[in-house]
């Protein structure tokens, strides 16, 4: 199993940035897939959550309006928009499939700041 997740940068607050993620290794089409973020000092918090068909969408209150998760299953990739970016949005982002591989990919830097 592996995910390769790519799109991070450094924006200012109120900035865009869409984040994807490769996976391979299992059978992408019939999983739920997340994003994931870890802080410095803090664990990995489910950020985005959507089913294998990519019918049902799940997010956390706190980027709820802002992020939209989506996936494309001949691709084997899913996607992160991620707009009106604050501060506290600022993290490493992961993907990872749902029930949770043991693997994480090497993520990607997400800096908030002006």
């Known amino acids: 199993v592996q995910f390769v997740e790519s799109g991070g940068g450094l924006v200012q607050p109120g900035g865009s940035l869409r984040l994807s993620c490769a996976a391979s290794?299992?059978?992408?089409?019939?999983?739920?897939m997340s994003w994931y973020r870890q802080a410095p000092g803090k664990e990995h918090e489910l950020v985005a959550r959507?089913?294998?068909?990519?019918?049902?969408?799940t997010y956390i209150d706190s980027v709820k309006g802002r992020f939209t998760i989506s996936r494309d299953n001949a691709k084997n990739t899913v996607y992160l928009q991620m707009n009106s970016l604050k501060p506290e949005d600022t993290a490493i982002y992961y993907c990872?499939?749902?029930?949770?591989?043991?693997?994480w990919g090497q993520g990607t830097q997400v800096t908030v700041s002006s």
């Open positions: 990872n499939r749902f029930p949770l591989a043991n693997s």
């Open positions: 959507i089913s294998s068909t990519g019918s049902t969408t």
């Open positions: 290794g299992f059978t992408f089409s019939s999983l739920i």
